[in-house]
Nanobody, 123 residues
Framework: QVKLVESGGGSVQAGGSLRLSCAAF???????????MGWIRQAPGKEREEVAY????????YYADSVKGRFTISQDHAKNTVYLQMNSLKPEDTAIYSC?????????????WGQGTQVTVSS
């Protein structure tokens, strides 16, 4: 099993920035089995949206059109941590942001999920 712990959520005014962190905990064998990590958000009354993901081996990334140019996903292998730098935040970015990890491709679904962290952007 792998445990994912998010941090860094909070409240910010439109145009501001936040950085979310997602640390993975577990046996080395299980951590090493992770192939892809992503951030998914859920806002009230809206469908869940995959915001960004990164392949832990090669570093290739994906971004939803809604966040391209504003959000950046990155990783620190030494800390088993993935980050989501969010700049130029908009009120429509308000949501619960969850970190997830996949043993296969991210677009095939995730195996592990964090508890989520709230991001609130006020106008």
């Amino acid at each position: 099993q792998v445990k994912l712990v998010e941090s860094g959520g909070g409240s910010v005014q439109a145009g501001g920035s936040l950085r979310l962190s997602c640390a993975a905990f577990g046996y080395t064998y299980n951590i090493d089995s992770i192939n892809c990590m992503g951030w998914i958000r859920q806002a009230p009354g809206k469908e869940r949206e995959e915001v960004a993901y990164i392949y832990t081996g090669g570093g290739s990334t994906y971004y939803a059109d809604s966040v391209k140019g504003r959000f950046t996903i990155s990783q620190d292998h030494a800390k088993n941590t993935v980050y989501l730098q969010m700049n130029s935040l908009k009120p429509e970015d308000t949501a619960i942001y969850s970190c997830a990890a996949a043993r296969g491709r991210c677009d095939n679904g995730y195996n592990y999920w964090g508890q989520g962290t709230q991001v609130t952007v006020s106008s």
